[in-house]
């Protein structure tokens, strides 16, 4: 066990509707880190968040967004979803704000419909 | 060309056996160099992780850094049926953005 917590743990949801993910860090882990995986696809890097502030971004689609709020958990918001967005969606946290100690959470697995 | 090469696998050894996981990457900007291990489209679990050239060993496990070859590898000494699962090189810059490898999936066999 990690220490990052992810819910849900199952979404099965519709084209076009909107979900939201939430992950809450380790202990006094101040970066949250946002990946998806898909099948056919690698770990995919989407957005990081230190201390509140989004600090880096990577492939992260215009219609997903995410937060990091003062308690430091974070949610990913996924809106307009589209069958290639089923994957699985993991979030990790670390420390510091390097990125290189990070501890993932047991993911949320999505599935659109 | 994509910033990160993965050998692709699979990879599969008889237990006991020294398996070699190996990654090139062409951004100059990586500055942290890591392995994950991921059961199963589990969390990846971080193995290793280092800054600069040269190896760094914990336990069976051996990290080496070329950073002017843009070259990294995973060495397992004494492999074990519980190590099969898939392995993951990851970078990350000083900016915070973190590239991984598509991995490598090893099965050792008892």
């Known amino acids: 066990d990690s220490g990052v917590t992810q819910t849900p743990k199952h979404l099965i949801t519709a084209t076009g509707q909107r979900v939201t993910l939430r992950c809450s860090p380790r202990s006094g882990d101040l970066s949250v880190y946002w990946y998806q995986q898909s099948l056919d696809q690698g770990l995919q890097f989407l957005i990081q968040y230190y201390n509140g502030e989004e600090r880096a971004k990577g492939n992260i689609l215009e219609r997903f967004s995410a937060q990091q709020f003062p308690d430091l958990h974070s949610e990913l918001n996924l809106s307009s979803l589209e069958l290639g967005d089923s994957a699985l969606y993991f979030c990790?946290?670390?420390?510091?704000?390097?990125?290189?100690?990070?501890?993932f959470g047991p993911g949320t697995r999505l599935t659109v419909l | 060309q994509k910033e990160v090469e993965q050998d692709p696998g699979p990879l599969s050894v008889p237990e006991g056996a020294i398996v070699s996981l190996n990654c090139t990457y062409s951004n100059s900007a990586f500055q942290y160099f890591m392995w994950y291990r991921q059961y199963s489209r589990k969390g990846p679990e971080l193995l290793m992780y280092t800054y600069s050239s040269g190896n760094k060993e914990d336990g069976r496990f051996t990290a080496q850094v070329d950073k002017s070859s843009k070259y990294i590898s995973l060495f397992i000494r004494d492999s074990q049926p519980s190590d099969s699962a898939t392995y993951l090189c990851?970078?990350?810059?000083?900016?915070?953005?973190?590239?991984f490898g598509d991995g490598t999936t090893l099965t050792v066999k008892p």
């Open positions: 990851a970078f990350n810059t000083n900016a915070g953005k973190s590239t």
């Open positions: 990790a946290s670390s420390v510091g704000r390097r990125g290189d100690t990070q501890y």
